[in-house]
C-alpha cells in the first residue's frame, strides 16, 4: 500500500496537483496571520463578513451556556433539540417555502436529496460544472447520467427529449462555484415543465447575495416554489457559518427524512450553531449595507482589472477567476502573490476542467477599495 501512495503523491507533485494547507491564527477576516504575519486573503467564501460578526459569536455562547457543545445523537434519536427545529421553521420563511430540513453539510444534503428522491430507472441531468458533490450524487443514486456542456440548454433540451426515464431529475448549481456564473434557471425550468422534469437548484454561493432581499438566484429570476421544487443552500458561505439545508414542499421534505441516507445515519449539527445560523439569518436581512458594499467591490474591482487588462471571465458575483491555463502557471502566479503578502489560491484540475487552471479571486463586503488595489498593482506585476 505505502508503495502505491508514494507513487501516487509524486505523481501529483509532478503534475503540479499536489495540495497543501496554510494554517492562520486568527478569525476568518481578508487579513490572515501565518507564522505571525499579515496575509492580504482573496480567497475565502466570507462574502458578506459575518464570520466574525459579534452578534454571531454571542449566540454561539449562549447556544453552547443552554445546549452544551454536541448534540448527541441523530436527529431522529435524541439529537434534534429546539434551537434545530426553530432553525428549519424560520429557513422555510426565509425561502418561502413549506418546510426545510437540516444538514451537517452542503455535500450530505446533495447527496442524501438525490440518492432518495431517483433510482435506477429513472435519469439525472447534470451540468457539466456542477459541484463535485452534486456528480457524486448522481452516480451514488444509480440513474441514467447526462452531462451537457456548461449552460447549454439547448443540448438539454434534446436529452430531455430523448430520455424515456420514469422520473427526471435537473440539477444545476445556481452559481457556479469556479467560474461565479449563473445557471439559466428560466430556460431550464421551460424545459422542466415541457417534460416533466424536477428541477434542484444548489444555491450555496447565490443565498446571501443575489436578488433584491438576498434570496438568491431564485429571487433574482423572480421564480416560485413551483417552479424549482428543490433548493438546497449552506451557511459556510454568505451566512458565515456551518451547515446546510433543502427547502421545498411538506412531502418533500417528510420523504427526506424518511430516506435521506445522509440525514438519518449522521449526528445533527451542534445545537449552538443552529442558534447562531438563526442570529445570521437576521443580521443578513439587517445590515442590507454588507450585500450593497460587495457588489460595489466587486464593480470596482472588475473596473481596475479592465484598466489593466487583466482577463476576468463573465461574472457578476462574488466569484473573479483568472484563467491562466496551465497548473503550473497557476501555481506560479499564486506563489508570486503570496511572496507579495496576498493569497489568492490556485485552483487546478480536477476541481476545474483540464487546461483550465486559474487563480480564484473572491471577495468579502470586509474588503476595501486600497486592498482591491494592492491585489490588481500586485496581479498586474506577476502576470
Known sequence: MNSFLRSFLQNRQQAALYRTRQPHDN?????LLI???????????????????????????????KYAVGSGASHLVTGHTNAHHALEKELATYTGRERALLFSTGYMANLGVVTALIGRHDAVF???????????????????????PHNDTQTLALMLAKSSAQHK?????GVFSMDGDIANLPIIVKLAKKYQAWVMVDDAHGLGVLGNTGRGTLEMYRLETEDVPILMGTFGKAFGVFGAFVAGSELLIETLIQSARSYIYTTALP????????????????????????????????????????????SFTPIQPIILG???????????????????TAIRPPTVPQKMARLRVTLSALHNENQIDKLIEALAEVL
Open 169 to 173: 431529475l435537473i440539477i444545476t448549481d
Open 35 to 65: 507564522n505571525g504575519q499579515p496575509y492580504l486573503a482573496f480567497c475565502s467564501n466570507d462574502y458578506l463578513g459575518l464570520a466574525n460578526h459579534p452578534r454571531l459569536k454571542t449566540a454561539w455562547q449562549q447556544g453552547a451556556e
Open 326 to 344: 496551465k497548473s503550473e502557471k497557476a501555481l506560479m502566479v499564486s506563489k508570486a502573490l503570496y511572496e507579495r503578502g496576498i493569497i489568492v
Open 27 to 31: 478569525p476568518q477576516t481578508p487579513i
Open 126 to 148: 447534470l451540468d457539466k460544472l456542477n459541484h463535485a458533490s452534486l456528480v457524486d450524487a448522481a452516480l451514488l443514486s444509480r440513474a441514467k447520467i447526462y452531462r451537457y
Open 271 to 314: 445545537p449552538a450553531l443552529a442558534e447562531t445560523v438563526r442570529a445570521s439569518l437576521i443580521v443578513a436581512d439587517e445590515e442590507t449595507g454588507r450585500r450593497k458594499r460587495l457588489h460595489e467591490l466587486i464593480a470596482y474591482f472588475r473596473a481596475a482589472a479592465l484598466r489593466e487588462k487583466i482577463p476576468l471571465m463573465e
